[in-house]
């Protein structure tokens, strides 16, 4: 990679070490949590269900993290790493190289160079191996990496740095704003906590007494047990559309979703890629997407549209499952019950196929049972989750802007060919 920098040999300004080779019938000394390769993601760590290996007390230096090292994986996506800011004394597998810098090269300059060299395609003749490729220490060592004066190097970390953390700031606020619409959609059509209140002879909690009128006061038998008086008991296929018809001519070029585009949490898509249309699932504005093959159900992949124009059809892969609730149900009511627990785990176990390949099926996931209300109630419940879908849209749109600016400023600010007054001054 060119740039205006010295170039320098990584290993020259670094203390690495790959981790401990897993053998569980050779380890001696005492159980200990340890990070994989499956626990690093870009930027950060996955810390949930950590296995654990034995360590002995003379490999506690030379595994354990302090807190600011840097983790690198060996294998899988070049480049893939993440800065320790973890207690010290966790260790890592061999899967996983640490790298400890020296006084000339800031850790967090290093992650901005390794994604940025992941990113042009650098770290890819390093990797060894045919059919599992990987990043040797000695690959690692012999890096080439520009070397800007390190009060420089902390200058571009804090600029880039500030962009990252505005970028998780809207995340964790969508997240948050989600967890408000699944919370009161799980209260109002799951455990009718406004009907239960009522029936007590209280007043439903966080809601105005024009919205409470709205709601029984109690119950009667159904299919689905007890559900408030007045209350309709459908199955999913009478309340949605279950992969609707869409117009989209073969060979037409639009936007296109793959498997790997949907998330396991949150309702927004990277932005879709534009392809020319042969065999897929089509989808508009208003639907959800779900996936209807193992593993990525079980993982919860699924999806919201609300990233393409009005009169725009969008595709993507076969293994989508297309849901839109019929009118008057609000078009996030669909997303809001793909991840509703108990509606997942119907699809999970409502599984056929051969091992690997099994998949839900339209006709079983339409005897799903649903407790639904009159419209007033519906209408009451969509004016509050319209709102929170539309903020986390614009919030999810300006995470995508800071994000596409990071990345421009990044290859420019590491080659030296961008200085910061003018990178400040185009992030602020």
């Known amino acids: 990679?060119?740039?205006?920098?010295?170039?320098?040999?990584?290993?020259?300004?670094?203390?690495?070490?790959?981790?401990?080779?897993?053998?569980?019938?050779?380890?001696?000394?005492?159980?200990?949590?340890?990070?994989?390769?499956?626990?690093?993601?870009?930027?950060?760590?996955?810390?949930?269900?950590?296995?654990?290996?034995?360590?002995?007390?003379?490999?506690?230096?030379?595994?354990?993290?302090?807190?600011?090292?840097?983790?690198?994986?060996?294998?899988?996506?070049?480049?893939?790493?993440?800065?320790?800011?973890?207690?010290?004394?966790?260790?890592?597998?061999?899967?996983?190289?640490?790298?400890?810098?020296?006084?000339?090269?800031?850790?967090?300059?290093?992650?901005?160079?390794?994604?940025?060299?992941?990113?042009?395609?650098?770290?890819?003749?390093?990797?060894?191996?045919?059919?599992i490729k990987h990043l040797t220490g000695r690959a690692i060592a012999a890096l080439e990496v520009p070397l800007p004066p390190v009060a420089t190097q902390r200058a571009m970390v804090d600029a880039l740095k500030a962009l990252d953390d505005r970028i998780a700031l809207l995340r964790e606020t969508n997240a948050t704003l989600e967890a408000i619409a699944q919370a009161l959609f799980k209260s109002w059509f799951v455990d009718f906590d406004p009907v239960r209140a009522k029936q007590q002879g209280l007043a439903p909690a966080g809601m105005d007494e024009a919205t409470a009128a709205l709601f029984p006061d109690s119950f009667e038998e159904s299919a689905l047990g007890l559900v408030p008086k007045g209350w309709s008991t459908v199955v999913l296929a009478d309340a949605f559309e279950i992969n609707p018809s869409r117009a989209l001519k073969k060979g037409a070029i639009a936007a296109y979703l793959d498997m790997a585009s949907l998330a396991t949490s949150g309702h927004c898509v990277e932005p879709p890629v534009q392809r020319e249309f042969g065999s897929g699932t089509k989808f508009r504005n208003g639907d959800t997407l779900l996936a209807r093959?193992?593993?990525?159900?079980?993982?919860?992949?699924?999806?919201?549209?609300?990233?393409?124009?009005?009169?725009?059809?969008?595709?993507?892969?076969?293994?989508?499952?297309?849901?839109?609730p019929k009118r008057p149900l609000p078009e996030y009511l669909g997303y809001l019950l793909c991840r509703h627990p108990p509606f997942r785990e119907h699809a999970i176990h409502s599984m056929s196929g051969t091992s690997g390949r099994q998949r839900v099926q339209n006709d079983v996931l339409g005897r799903y049972l649903l407790a639904l209300p009159g419209e007033a109630i519906v209408s009451a419940f969509a004016e509050i989750v319209v709102h929170l879908q539309a903020a986390i849209a614009r919030n999810h749109s300006t995470s995508q802007t800071l994000a596409a600016l990071r990345d421009t400023l990044l290859p420019r600010l590491i080659s030296g060919q961008l200085r910061l007054p003018d990178a400040e001054a185009l992030a602020a």
């Open 293 to 324: 093959i193992t593993p990525c159900l079980e993982n919860g992949k699924s999806a919201f549209v609300d990233f393409l124009a009005d009169d725009q059809v969008g595709w993507g892969s076969t293994e989508f499952v297309v849901l839109r």
């Open 1 to 131: 990679m060119s740039s205006d920098w010295p170039q320098v040999r990584l290993g020259d300004h670094v203390d690495s070490c790959l981790g401990k080779m897993l053998d569980a019938k050779k380890n001696k000394g005492t159980p200990q949590p340890y990070l994989g390769n499956s626990n690093v993601r870009w930027g950060e760590f996955d810390l949930v269900d950590l296995a654990e290996m034995r360590f002995e007390a003379t490999e506690e230096e030379r595994y354990s993290l302090r807190t600011g090292d840097l983790v690198i994986c060996e294998g899988g996506e070049p480049g893939r790493c993440a800065i320790w800011t973890g207690p010290s004394g966790m260790k890592i597998q061999k899967a996983l190289h640490r790298i400890r810098s020296m006084e000339t090269l800031d850790n967090h300059y290093l992650l901005y160079w390794f994604r940025h060299a992941a990113r042009t395609g650098y770290l890819d003749s390093h990797f060894t191996g045919t059919t």
